[in-house]
């Protein structure tokens, strides 16, 4: 019989979810019909959309601890700001992701993750390097401070990048740790194309968002919701220790 892997548990979780969405392929081209205003506010969109979501508690996984995993992330997103960027654009952009994080010494952490919109040139890829200022205990909560990076990749008419930064608070009870927090996002994006001509725009947003991790023996179920200009609601299932 042949071997289960964890790397191939999470690929065919990864190609399962491509599918399930494929629905909502949406390919970025910039049409001369796109008015600058528009273009700086699907900007601020776009930058929220694939700006990071941690999708963990504030407590450090430990030196040992290691997550790695599939996650979907739906954003809603205002339609009328897409349009000249998007055709027909939905209400909704899904993006199913691949996240692995990892522990260090010092109640440190690191995160890589990679997201795709199936049927589409929409793809992401970002970092984040999370301080466990305070660790938690069984009567105190983790609290934690965290930076990231993520950048837009596939669409060659359209450059765009973000940095975050975040605080956040946890608290475990038995099985499930529920968790906030509040931060800080910067937006980079110019285009590229022969179809329009604008003006780079650099603009911020604050995002607070909940959520709560799940343990069930080496398995989480990981839920959130980010509230900003974009509303983002993600799920995430991963193997964990």
Do not use: C
Not at 27 to 43: A, G, H, N, V
Not at 63 to 68: N, P, S
Not at 156 to 180: M, Q, R, V, W
Request: hydrophobic share 45%.
């Amino acid at each position: 019989m042949r071997k289960i892997t964890l790397s191939s548990i999470i690929a065919v979780l990864f190609v399962v979810m491509t599918m399930s969405v494929g629905y909502a392929g949406s390919k970025i081209d910039l049409q001369s019909t796109l008015l600058e205003p528009k273009f700086k506010d699907m900007s601020k969109e776009l930058g929220l959309l694939i700006s990071y979501a941690p999708l963990s508690p504030a407590e450090p996984l430990g030196i040992l601890g290691f997550d790695a995993g599939v996650e979907v992330t739906a954003a809603k997103i205002d339609s009328s700001n897409w349009k000249g960027v998007i055709n027909n654009p939905p209400d909704y952009l899904i993006l199913p992701k691949l996240h692995v994080q990892k522990g260090l010494p010092l109640g440190i952490d690191v995160g890589l993750e990679y997201a795709t919109v199936p049927n589409s040139n929409i793809s992401l890829y970002g970092g984040e390097l999370k301080w466990a200022v305070l660790r938690g205990t069984i009567v105190s909560p983790a609290v934690a401070i965290r930076g990231s990076y993520t950048a837009l990749s596939g669409v060659k008419e359209l450059d765009a990048s973000t940095y975050g930064l975040d605080a956040s608070i946890s608290k475990g009870f038995l099985f499930i740790t529920p968790y906030a927090g509040v931060g800080q996002v910067w937006i980079n994006t110019s285009e590229n194309s022969s179809a329009v001509s604008f003006k780079d725009v650099s603009t911020s947003a604050t995002k607070i968002f909940l959520g709560a991790k799940v343990k069930l023996l080496l398995v989480n179920l990981v839920v959130q919701a980010d509230f900003s200009d974009v509303n983002m609601y993600s799920a995430r299932v991963n193997v964990g220790f």
